[in-house]
């Protein structure tokens, strides 16, 4: 289920400044017999139209998270591909994280970059999982199986998800953020809205690997994909 819209073409989420607005779709899909997720935005980005604000509910974090959702949303106005939000938001994805790693190591704050590097391998862990149960769906809806029989896989594809996630929980001395979303329960949308920001931030870290940390080289492969007809794109970094 996408809107399409006109300058950013087509994505497959909606944003509101109106939280109940948001719940009143919300509630229209999930009586249609969708999946949904509600969920508050950090930051938005209007693409260099306007001056994007650093919203005054950024004032309380730590100033890498703000750091790294400046870095996140700049990148949308040096790049936007028109209705392709996976391929723009890992690339997004990708630059917040290569941006706060570059930036604490000239500040010297060695500290504070173990702590962000190991944060992210404990994030990695999450959405590998995610993306792999994922992937799990994918095949199952696209088989030929009966309503019911899919009904039932579905089930235990969340199932395992969860005993997998609880698992790997049980070795952290800190919460990511993800035990309020699991003890919630998981479903479809979640799921996507996470391949929206990671499913290609794999091939993207590739391609930067492969010009050795090189960004304005770096940007430069990227303008050239965003030329590309979407599939041949996927092909190369989103699959």
């Not at 607005?21 to 009586?31: G, I, P, S, T, Y």
């Not at 209705?83 to 723009?88: E, I, L, P, R, V």
């Not at 890992?90 to 702590?115: N, T």
Request: hydrophobic letters at 45%; proline letters at 2%; charged letters at 25%.
């Amino acid at each position: 289920l996408c809107w399409c819209y006109p300058v950013i073409g087509c994505v497959a989420y909606r944003g509101y400044f109106a939280e109940r607005n948001a719940r009143k779709l919300a509630e229209r899909l999930r009586a249609a017999g969708y999946d949904v997720d509600v969920h508050g935005a950090a930051a938005y980005s209007t693409l260099g139209a306007f001056d994007d604000p650093v919203l005054n509910t950024m004032l309380g974090w730590g100033d890498v998270d703000l750091a790294g959702v400046v870095f996140h949303e700049l990148t949308h106005q040096l790049l936007y591909v028109r209705g392709d939000a996976s391929f723009n938001e890992s690339l997004a994805m990708l630059v917040e994280e290569e941006g706060v790693r570059r930036w604490l190591l000239a500040q010297d704050r060695e500290h504070d970059f173990a702590g962000y590097s190991a944060r992210l391998q404990l994030y990695a862990q999450v959405t590998g999982i995610l993306l792999d149960s994922r992937a799990e769906l994918r095949t199952l809806y696209a088989s030929a199986a009966d309503r019911a029989t899919m009904q039932a896989g579905k089930r235990e594809i969340f199932a395992n998800l969860q005993r997998e996630y609880h698992r790997r929980r049980a070795a952290w001395s800190a919460d990511m953020g993800f035990d309020a979303w699991f003890d919630a329960g998981l479903n479809n949308a979640q799921l996507a809205s996470i391949a929206t920001y990671e499913s290609c931030l794999p091939g993207l870290k590739r391609e930067l690997a492969a010009l050795h940390g090189d960004l304005p080289a770096f940007y430069q492969r990227m303008r050239v994909l965003a030329k590309m007809p979407a599939a041949r794109r996927d092909a190369l970094v989103c699959s």
